[in-house]
C-alpha cells in the first residue's frame, strides 16, 4: 500500500486551528490538511441532521483528498455527527480509515482531575444539547457529576474579536457565574468548545484558583500520538514530509485574517468546495 496519506482535521470554522496547532506540535514530521467549513459556521446552533450531512461531506472531502486519519476538532462535529458516521458510515470509505473526535479523550482525562467529583461543562449550545459530555463521563466516570452551561455568545464574541470589551466581558462573567451557581462543589471546568481557549485568562479571572480550567488541544494532541503508536495500520501509511495544507468553504483571506486569533504563524487558505 502507498504510504501517501495525510492526516485530516476538520472543523466548522477557525476554531479547530487551536487544536491543530497542538496536534502538530506535537507531530511536526506527519503531512496534514485542516478543512474548516467556514460557509456554513456556526455548527453550534443547527439540528443534529444538519450538522451530521455537514461534517459528512467534510470527512469525504478529506478522504478523497488522502487523508486516512481524520480528527473532527469541533465540539459540535463530534456530539451530533461522529456517532453516526462511524456507525452507518465507516465501511463506505476505503480502509483502513478512522474517524476521531474530540469529546471522548477529553472526557477520559476528567476523572484523574477532579477531586470532588463535580465537573462543569462550558460549551455551545449545540454541544450542550446533545448531552455528549454527560453520557461519556458517565460512561467513563460514573461518579462524576456533570454541571452545563450552554454560551451561545462566546463564538462569535472570540471570532469578532469583541470579548474584551465591556459587552464581551458581561457575557463571559454571566455564563461563568450561572454555571458555578449550579454547585458551589465545582473543582473543575472544561472549555467544550475550541474557540474558549482563547480568552484563558478571561475565564481564570472570573472563576476561584483553586478550579482547574481543562482545554482540549493538548489532550487531543496527547491521545492521538498514544493512538499511533497503537494502530501501526494507520501509522505506516502516512506521510512524513512536514507538509500543511488549509482549505476553507469560504473566502480564504477571511479565513487567513481570523486565523491570525488562533495561530502563531500566517496561514495561507485554498478555497475548496464540499
Excluded at 10 to 26: K, P, Q, R, Y
Excluded at 122 to 129: K, M, Q, R, W
Excluded at 154 to 166: R, Y
Excluded at 200 to 222: C, E, L, R, T
Aim: contains cysteine; negative net charge.
Amino acid at each position: 500500500m502507498d504510504s501517501n496519506y495525510s492526516i485530516g482535521v476538520f472543523d466548522s470554522g477557525v476554531g479547530g486551528l487551536t487544536v491543530f496547532e497542538e496536534i502538530v506540535n506535537a507531530l511536526p514530521q506527519y503531512n496534514f490538511i485542516y478543512l474548516g467549513d467556514n460557509a456554513r459556521v456556526p455548527y453550534g446552533t443547527r439540528s443534529f441532521d444538519t450538522v451530521y450531512q455537514y461534517t459528512l461531506e467534510g470527512v469525504t472531502k478529506l478522504h478523497e483528498l488522502g487523508c486516512r486519519l481524520i480528527i473532527i476538532a469541533c465540539n459540535t462535529a463530534s456530539a451530533k455527527a461522529l456517532r453516526t458516521i462511524q456507525q452507518n458510515d465507516f465501511l463506505k470509505f476505503e480502509q483502513p480509515f478512522k474517524v476521531l473526535g474530540v469529546i471522548r479523550p477529553t472526557t477520559e482525562e476528567i476523572g484523574g482531575l477532579t477531586k470532588t467529583n463535580k465537573v462543569g461543562i462550558l460549551a455551545t449550545s449545540g454541544t450542550v444539547n446533545s448531552q455528549s459530555y454527560v453520557i461519556e463521563l458517565n460512561k467513563l466516570h460514573p461518579q462524576v457529576q456533570v454541571f452545563q452551561e450552554a454560551c451561545p455568545m462566546w463564538v462569535p464574541l472570540i471570532e469578532n474579536n469583541d470579548f474584551n470589551n465591556e459587552g464581551g466581558l458581561y457575557f463571559i462573567k454571566k455564563n461563568i457565574q450561572n454555571l458555578l451557581s449550579q454547585s458551589p462543589d465545582i473543582d473543575t471546568i472544561i472549555l467544550g468548545c475550541t474557540h474558549y481557549p482563547l480568552i484563558m485568562d478571561i475565564i481564570k479571572q472570573n472563576i476561584p484558583s483553586h478550579i482547574k480550567v481543562v482545554s482540549q488541544g493538548n489532550i487531543v494532541a496527547s491521545s492521538l500520538k498514544d493512538y499511533l503508536i497503537r494502530h501501526t495500520e494507520i501509522e505506516t501509511i502516512l506521510q512524513k514530509e512536514g507538509k500543511r495544507l488549509f482549505l476553507t468553504t469560504e473566502d480564504p483571506n477571511l479565513f487567513d485574517e481570523k486565523a491570525k486569533l488562533f495561530v502563531k504563524n500566517q496561514i495561507n487558505s485554498q478555497i475548496i468546495e464540499i
